[in-house]
């Protein structure tokens, strides 16, 4: 019998390989005992996920189905799922192809677990699952409570993530300062104290070459992220069931306590003055910039008193970052109204696309029959059971591809009749688009704008 020996470890530790080796060293002993050809060895490493599609998992079943082995075979249960229901949807799912599942722990084997009448009996194998996942719960509780009351005690808890500007003592369990990234946290606060901006701040630190958190370039964002970060105060947080917690003083702080705050009430301060221009954007998060994928954000210009969309990109990170790409307002809408328009006269094909809707359901009803024809030859035992089970698992796929197909035919069929109301209404449909967000929103998928020109990309 050719089988698949099945191995898991939960997390991508080191200290977990071992784990893996005796898991395939038992199975290979007990496939030289049995007699079993391994002929494969899955491992499913560190992805933290209990769910059917992890890619192991979806490798396993496919390559099973197709021929490659007739057995997986495990050391137990709680390598393949630590939740019972997903578990035995997989053993069930394995056992309708025919292929046969071992687990040596549990000493469960589904060719031999069997009701008189030939159906595969799962209680056995149901308790185990159980078991398993009631353990899994009870060691992240326990994982979790530890935390709780190692963070209260100032420790840190995560030593391969440490806050850029401290280092992780392995002895005392907490935080402290790193003195090269500690004086690049303490120059961007001096900066913002000082009345610089968070673009004037990346200049700077690129300027003098200092190293960004994790080797990545100097980003907006990550500047904001260490302003408003408490772990520089020297306090730490940690999560209970109903909240966010607060330990003060758990490590040296690199930015003094009063200061920190006062700075926040600056962030604060500036960011209602930001604020003050309130007039929206028709177009709001649907304009990119095609050279760096940022967003455009809608601003006013104070020299010539007319609004424009700005790269993000460029605002945040400069030059080297994008090119300061930037285009009126008001052209932009211009010649999005353009291409809407032409757009609008291309997709009034709802009868075309009614025809492929027919075409496709014709096709799925001919799968069906097909399926039908399958079980009857079955019933007459004019064809195995594996032969039959593959030929369902094909004639399955299939169908839901086009059902898939179906779908997307049936919502563009709304869209066209949702949009043809109304052109019906309204005389000029383009000027209800634009001033409308819910039919923007409809039609609209992005804007994209470079040196060359606009691209609108419709739904």
């Known amino acids: 019998m050719k089988v698949c020996i099945y191995a898991r470890k939960s997390t991508g530790k080191l200290s977990q390989n071992n784990t893996i080796e005796n898991q395939i060293k038992i199975c290979k002993r007990y496939a030289d005992k049995n007699n079993f050809e391994v002929v ?50 997989l053993i069930e799912k394995f056992d309708m192809f025919g292929i046969r599942v071992i687990t040596i722990e549990e000493k469960f084997d589904s060719n031999k ?7 595969l009996d799962v209680s056995k194998i149901t308790m185990y699952l159980m078991f398993s996942e009631m353990e899994s719960n009870k060691i992240g ?37 790193e003195p090269e990234s ?9 900066m913002y104290e000082g ?46 069931d109903s909240d966010k917690e607060e330990v003060e003083n758990a490590h040296e702080p690199i930015i003094e306590n009063k200061r920190f705050d006062a700075i ?32 455009m954000t809608y601003r006013y210009y104070h020299y010539n008193g007319e609004y424009y969309y700005y790269c993000i990109g460029y605002i945040k990170n400069g030059k080297s970052y994008c090119s300061s790409h930037k285009i009126k307002a008001d052209a932009l809408e211009q010649e999005v109204r353009q291409k809407t328009s032409k757009y609008l006269n291309k997709i009034n094909n709802i009868k075309e696309l009614k025809n492929k809707k027919l075409i496709i359901k014709n ?36 169908i839901d591809i086009l059902m898939n197909e179906k779908v997307e035919i049936e919502q563009k069929i709304r869209r066209c009749n949702f949009l043809s109301n109304f052109v019906n209404q309204y005389d000029s449909i383009i000027d209800v688009l634009l001033e409308n967000r819910t039919l923007l929103e409809n039609l609209i998928e992005s804007v994209s704008v470079s040196n060359t020109g606009v691209f609108v990309t419709f739904k």
Request: with cysteine.
């Open 40 to 89: 494969d060895i899955k491992v499913d490493v560190g992805t933290g996920r209990d769910d059917l599609n992890r890619f192991e998992i979806q490798e396993l079943v496919d390559e099973s189905i197709k021929g490659k082995y007739e057995c997986v075979l495990m050391k137990g249960i709680s390598r393949l799922y630590r939740n019972t229901l997903k578990g035995l949807e």
């Open 141 to 177: 509780e326990r994982v979790k409570l530890t935390q709780i009351e190692k963070a209260k005690m100032g420790m840190w808890n995560n030593p391969t993530r440490v806050p850029f500007g401290y280092r992780y003592n392995r002895e005392t369990k907490k935080l402290e300062k």
């Open 195 to 240: 009345g610089n901006s968070i673009k004037e701040i990346i200049e700077s630190l690129e300027k003098e070459n200092k190293k960004p958190p994790r080797g990545k370039a100097w980003r907006d964002d990550t500047i904001r992220y260490i302003l408003r970060n408490h772990v520089y105060k020297g306090n730490i947080f940690y999560r209970t």
């Open 113 to 119: 677990s069997r009701y008189s009448h030939g159906a």
């Open 264 to 295: 926040q009430l600056k962030i604060n301060s500036r960011a209602k003055s930001k604020g003050k221009n309130n007039q929206r954007s028709k177009l709001m998060g649907m304009v990119k910039c095609s050279s760096c994928g940022s967003s």
């Open 182 to 190: 500690a004086s690049t946290i303490s120059l961007i606060f001096k």
């Open 363 to 398: 096709k799925i009803s001919r799968l069906n029959t097909e399926a039908d024809m399958l079980s009857n030859l079955l019933i007459e035992n004019k064809v195995t059971k594996k032969h039959f089970q593959q030929g369902i698992y094909h004639l399955t796929n299939k």
